[in-house]
């Protein structure tokens, strides 16, 4: 479901993603009441584990720094100690009042 691009016209791939990470789809414990009972209010996005929020948020704030061109590398012949401090970027999930973490880096973990 992943690799579909479809332009144009609305289709419910989100939701089906969402489906197929259900514990109870996944396990196969489910009835023809499915969506009804456990989307009673209507599908209304993907909702991400705490665990996908960390990664996510941890990974944003690594594309930042590769994107704004941090440098990670040590110079040559220079150890790691107290000068190497750590990158900090927030990161807010959700859109305007969404969740916000704040995400440190460190540069030997950067490449």
Known sequence: LDSYVIRGCGNNI???RELCRHPD?????????FIEEHYPDG???VELTTKESH????YS???HGVRQGVRTERPSGRSA??????????VTIGGFGGTTYEVKTASEVLC
């Open 14 to 16: 989100p939701f089906l």
């Open 25 to 33: 789809f996944r396990s196969g414990n489910m009835t023809t009441k």
């Open 43 to 45: 599908f209304h996005g």
């Open 55 to 58: 990664m996510f948020a941890a």
């Open 61 to 63: 704030a690594v594309l």
């Open 81 to 90: 100690g107290s000068e190497d401090q750590p990158a900090t970027w927030f």
